[in-house]
């Protein structure tokens, strides 16, 4: 059984920084990509950045140049890194995977990042 697991939310102040990472507790499982959404109070759930096991990425155009992703296939993991975070980026942030063979998506529980001072 697959089982994602985030770690690294909680409050930082504008432009300050914070790490997320995402595992896979259970079952290994063969996936081509890897990613992370975020859903604000009130909003829709929102691409945030993925990755895919020939590591191209895509990021939403609101956190370009501020968030990296990052992978390492082998283990299931993703990292997104986010530098001078702003108000707007306060959310539940969810890490996702999609099975290779038969494209099934799976989701961690979230964990919640506040941008406050």
């Known amino acids: 059984q697959v089982q994602l697991v985030e770690s690294g939310g909680g409050l930082v102040q504008p432009g300050g920084s914070l790490r997320l990472s995402c595992a896979n507790s259970?079952?290994?499982?063969?996936?081509?990509?890897m990613g992370w959404y975020r859903q604000a109070p009130g909003k829709q759930r929102e691409l945030v950045a993925t990755?895919?096991?020939?590591?191209?990425?895509n990021y939403a155009d609101s956190v370009k140049g501020r968030f990296t992703i990052s992978t390492d296939n082998a283990k299931n993991t993703v990292t997104l890194q986010m530098n001078s975070l702003k108000p707007e980026d306060t959310a539940v942030y969810y890490c996702?995977?999609?099975?290779?063979?038969?494209?099934?998506?799976?989701w961690g529980k979230g964990t919640l990042v506040t941008v406050s001072s």
């Open positions: 259970g079952t290994f499982f063969s996936h081509d990509r």
């Open positions: 996702n995977a999609r099975r290779h063979w038969d494209g099934m998506e799976f």
């Open positions: 990755i895919t096991t020939g590591y191209n990425t």
